[in-house]
């Protein structure tokens, strides 16, 4: 299954669904294109609804890494939403779940971006 992804405007965050895999090619690729795409726009608070993504790998959270990094290099802001069991317990065992700010609620998800 490729990765599928659709965004969505709350306020003046930036949702960005995604469905399918976060892996090495196409997944990772959607991922980094997208939030570059978003940033160029001057779209720089970015919310990645993950509620739908069944697997990601070790460049898949590479990625997400990288576009962290890139929000952050922009004066941005790049958090995660609705995590899988699966993909809490991987940013868990990376140490990483203290890099991103990871909530289950949109609402206060939009909420917690600086105005």
Same mark, same amino acid.
């Given at each position: 299954m490729s990765m599928e992804f659709r965004t969505r405007q709350l306020d003046d965050v930036t949702i960005v669904d995604l469905r399918g895999r976060i892996t090495l090619g196409e997944g990772s690729v959607t @991922?980094?294109? &997208? @939030?570059?795409?978003? =940033?160029?726009?001057g779209m720089k608070r970015i919310l990645l609804n993950l509620g739908d @993504?069944?697997?990601?790998d070790s460049s898949g959270i590479g990625e997400l890494v990288s576009?962290?990094?890139?929000?952050?290099?922009? !004066? !941005?802001? $790049?958090?995660?939403?609705? =995590? &899988?069991?699966? @993909?809490?317990? $991987?940013?868990?065992? &990376?140490?990483?779940s203290t890099v991103f700010d990871v909530t289950d609620d949109e609402t206060a998800a939009v909420r917690s971006f600086g105005k």
């Open positions: @991922v980094r294109e &997208t @939030v570059h795409d978003l =940033l160029s726009k @993504v069944n697997y990601i576009a962290f990094t890139a929000a952050k290099k922009q !004066g !941005g802001e $790049l958090k995660l939403l609705n =995590l &899988t069991k699966k @993909v809490h317990d $991987l940013l868990q065992i &990376t140490k990483l």
